[in-house]
């Protein structure tokens, strides 16, 4: 019904840049979060951000003042902004929309975004 397609990872240097995209399409209704996880290596899944359809933020305090989430309603994509990254950072970044009200998630594909020098 409803599908998320990423793009924007790849391989980039600590102290470099990078920014992730959601798109998601289909048959979207009701209000919804959307944000991005990711998971490293060896790692639970964290939540980096995320952003109602209001536009309230919430980060994880590893990627406060580094990351910025934003979201474009129109087009029914969620950004991620990544600057000043980290090797920690190295991680497969999954977007998701979540359904207020109905509980209903919806999982990107997954990108990979690699920090290194």
């Known amino acids: 019904q409803v599908q998320l397609v990423e793009s924007g990872g790849g391989l980039v240097q600590p102290g470099g840049s990078l920014t992730l995209s959601c798109a998601a399409s289909?048959?979207?209704?009701?209000?919804?979060?959307m944000g991005w996880y990711r998971q490293a290596p060896g790692k639970q899944r964290e939540l980096v951000a995320a952003?109602?359809?209001?536009?309230?933020?919430n980060y994880a305090d590893s990627v406060k003042g580094r990351f910025t989430i934003s979201r474009d309603n129109a087009k029914n994509t969620v950004y991620l902004q990544m600057n000043s990254l980290k090797p920690e950072d190295t991680a497969v970044y999954y977007c998701?929309?979540?359904?207020?009200?109905?509980?209903?998630?919806?999982w990107g594909q997954g990108t990979q975004v690699t920090v290194s020098s």
């Open positions: 952003i109602t359809s209001g536009g309230s933020t």
């Open positions: 998701y929309l979540h359904v207020l009200f109905g509980g209903y998630d919806y």
């Open positions: 289909g048959s979207i209704f009701g209000i919804n979060d």
